[in-house]
């Protein structure tokens, strides 16, 4: 047996500990677990190059408690450690680590707390004494047994241990006693190690029988080892993304869509993004994404990480480059987690702006559920804002839609000031402002549905940007004051205008034919001319004829 003294200056690690983790004190067991599992996947990659025959094929890590002893045990059939490797990894470098934290950190203790992982000696956090049981892969080599109390003291010593692996013994604290609870063990698990990529089993099913819950012969494995963002997309269905929304947000709504992030240089980044539904309350939808490094669950608080926009979607993000054991502050400020951020920003610009182009139809359909987001993102990101420029959308008060170019063509002739300015109408309350809106119609202006909170904010921004653009809220007063523009059909009979319709709906596809032209088998005799300028009107004469010249 061997005694000896790490080499720290503090006399007891446990001060240290407890005032710098003070809160968030269930990281230990992901700390332990992911050891755990690092330590299995080093063997696993061992026995893939032939460097060991130690079988791997059912490796897990296993996590027990017992009750009346007050402990905690992990067991993982990994690398193990040999003597050295413990006087090395455990003994030297932590105590070395926790030396650095505290010099690091010592006047910035409030930005660290609940934050900061001190990997296998964050166990010393729930316990007054921790055990390691381990044997090396390594031919040979000697089980051995290690234990400390969290004063620098440690004992190492032979052990009788048969089998590779590593078993960690946390005997849990008085003001701990909390983690030694079947329902708060897999509550942890559940939010730090559900999707490890390592069987983690705690325990067996439960049944019930008589009345009463009894075990099962079968592991309780708690997590899923290939969650779908570790996939390649070709290799997911539409299916496969809606089971795994629901594995992350049980009894969610359905999302709209999805953005498959799946990034290796400059930087490793994986990950699903979802769009949720939004509602008017954003502030209670934010913060739903889940931060990982290596499926190593990190945080839910991505507020500060990602732009404030992308706070909304829902979904997970995982890359090794996020670092695990740091303060939310240094997370802020790491220049990684600001390369990932400008990048998810991108993708999903991107990604938006490809279902516009690849599926109008559909893009319109989901458009007031995005609209908020959107908005959002175009009033609080620059650079977001410049590429939604092109699938921004205008909705109109008879329900079509107009990119920000489009709707400018659309009114570049009709509806200016005498400084020739264009004048947007817009009404913030269909219902109200109806009589107004139907006014504004019949003078041959078209008036925008723009009745939303951000709607003030994002026209504020549009105007700074282009100061020949001026958008007026209809009121009684704009309409008196609204000029009546020469209508270019009104020498059309109904018959005639009929008549074209379907010509200027084939001839001019890239408008959709319903942009300009109101849809006239929908109008009686009664309704009012349809709003086109004589220009427009005269270029389709000319397209037309054209395209039956050449016909
Ligand atoms: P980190 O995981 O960041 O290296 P830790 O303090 O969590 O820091 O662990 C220190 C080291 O102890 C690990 O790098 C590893 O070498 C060793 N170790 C810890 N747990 C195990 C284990 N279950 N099996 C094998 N080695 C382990
Ligand atoms: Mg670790």
């Known amino acids: 047996m061997q005694k000896g003294k790490i080499g720290v200056s503090s006399d007891n690690l446990f001060p240290i500990i407890k005032k710098f983790l003070y809160s968030d004190h269930d990281i230990f067991l992901r700390e332990i677990v992911s050891n755990a599992v690092d330590a299995t996947q080093k063997l696993k990659t061992l026995a893939a190059r032939g460097e060991t025959s130690v079988s791997v094929e059912n490796a897990?890590?296993?996590?027990?408690?017992?009750?009346?002893?007050?402990?905690?045990?992990?067991?993982?059939?990994?690398?193990?450690?040999?003597?050295?490797?413990?006087?090395?990894?455990?003994?030297?470098?932590?105590?070395?680590?926790?030396?650095?934290?505290?010099?690091?950190?010592?006047?910035?203790?409030?930005?660290?707390?609940?934050?900061?992982?001190?990997?296998?000696?964050?166990?010393?956090?729930?316990?007054?004494?921790?055990?390691?049981?381990?044997?090396?892969?390594?031919?040979?080599?000697?089980?051995?047994?290690?234990?400390?109390?969290?004063?620098?003291?440690?004992?190492?010593?032979?052990?009788?241990?048969?089998?590779?692996?590593?078993?960690?013994?946390?005997?849990?604290?008085?003001?701990?006693?909390?983690?030694?609870?079947?329902?708060?063990?897999?509550?942890?698990?559940?939010?730090?190690?559900?999707?490890?990529?390592?069987?983690?089993?705690?325990?067996?099913?439960?049944?019930?029988?008589?009345?009463?819950?009894?075990?099962?012969?079968?592991?309780n494995q708690i997590n899923d080892i290939a969650?779908?963002?570790?996939?390649?997309?070709?290799?997911?269905?539409?299916?496969?993304?809606?089971?795994?929304?629901?594995?992350?947000?049980?009894?969610?709504e359905e999302p709209l869509f999805n953005i498959h992030l799946n990034v290796d240089y400059p930087f490793n980044l994986t990950g699903i993004l979802y769009f949720p539904k939004l509602k008017n309350t954003i502030e209670v939808q934010k913060n739903k994404i889940q931060l990982y490094s290596n499926q190593v669950?990190?945080?839910?608080?991505?507020?500060?990480?990602?732009?404030?926009?992308?706070?909304?979607?829902?979904?997970?993000?995982?890359?090794?480059?996020?670092?695990?054991?740091?303060?939310?502050?240094?997370?802020?400020?790491?220049?990684?987690?600001?390369?990932?951020?400008?990048?998810?920003?991108?993708?999903?610009?991107?990604?938006?702006?490809?279902?516009?182009?690849?599926?109008?139809?559909?893009?319109?359909?989901?458009?007031?559920?995005?609209k908020i987001f959107i908005e959002y993102g175009m009033l609080t990101d620059e650079k977001f804002a410049e590429k939604a420029m092109s699938f921004f959308l205008f909705k109109n008060t008879d329900g079509k839609y107009f990119t920000f170019e489009e709707y400018e063509k659309l009114i570049k002739d009709s509806q200016t000031d005498k400084d020739n300015n264009l004048i947007y109408l817009y009404t913030s309350h269909l219902e109200d402002q109806y009589s107004f809106i139907q006014d504004a119609k019949n003078k041959g202006y078209d008036v925008l549905v723009m009745d939303d909170v951000l709607s003030t904010h994002l026209i504020n921004q549009f105007e700074q940007k282009h100061t020949d653009k001026r958008f007026v809220r209809i009121d009684s007063d704009v309409v008196d004051h609204l000029i009546r523009k020469e209508d270019p059909a009104d020498h059309l009979s109904f018959e005639e205008r009929q008549e074209l319709s379907p010509v200027f709906q084939s001839v001019c596809p890239e408008t959709?034919?319903?942009?300009?032209?109101?849809?006239?088998?929908?109008?009686?005799?009664?309704?009012?001319?349809?709003?086109?300028?004589?220009?427009?009107?005269?270029?389709?004469?000319?397209?037309?004829?054209?395209?039956q010249g050449n016909g």
């Open 227 to 252: 969650p779908a963002w570790t996939k390649k997309p070709v290799d997911l269905k539409d299916e496969d993304y809606a089971s795994f929304y629901q594995q992350l947000y049980p009894y969610s």
């Open 297 to 370: 669950f990190v945080t839910d608080s991505v507020e500060g990480i990602v732009p404030e926009f992308l706070t909304l979607l829902h979904g997970v993000i995982d890359s090794p480059d996020i670092p695990l054991n740091v303060s939310r502050s240094y997370l802020q400020s790491d220049s990684n987690v600001k390369k990932i951020s400008t990048h998810i920003t991108k993708k999903v610009a991107d990604r938006l702006s490809q279902l516009f182009k690849d599926n109008r139809e559909e893009f319109e359909k989901k458009w007031d559920d995005l």
């Open 60 to 219: 897990a890590v296993r996590i027990s408690l017992d009750e009346d002893k007050k402990t905690i045990t992990v067991s993982d059939n990994g690398i193990g450690m040999t003597a050295e490797e413990v006087e090395k990894y455990i003994n030297q470098i932590a105590f070395s680590g926790a030396n650095e934290f505290l010099d690091k950190y010592k006047n910035d203790a409030n930005a660290i707390i609940g934050h900061f992982g001190l990997g296998f000696y964050s166990s010393f956090m729930v316990s007054h004494k921790v055990e390691i049981i381990s044997k090396s892969y390594k031919e040979g080599a000697q089980a051995i047994r290690w234990e400390c109390d969290g004063s620098p003291e440690y004992i190492l010593e032979d052990a009788d241990r048969t089998e590779v692996g590593t078993d960690i013994i946390m005997y849990i604290n008085e003001e701990s006693e909390e983690f030694v609870n079947k329902a708060r063990v897999s509550e942890i698990l559940n939010k730090y190690c559900k999707f490890l990529p390592v069987p983690v089993v705690f325990g067996k099913k439960t049944t019930w029988k008589d009345g009463k819950e009894v075990d099962t012969e079968e592991d």
């Open 512 to 547: 959709n034919g319903v942009n300009y032209v109101i849809d006239f088998k929908n109008m009686g005799e009664q309704a009012q001319p349809m709003v086109i300028t004589r220009n427009e009107f005269m270029r389709r004469m000319k397209d037309m004829s054209k395209l």
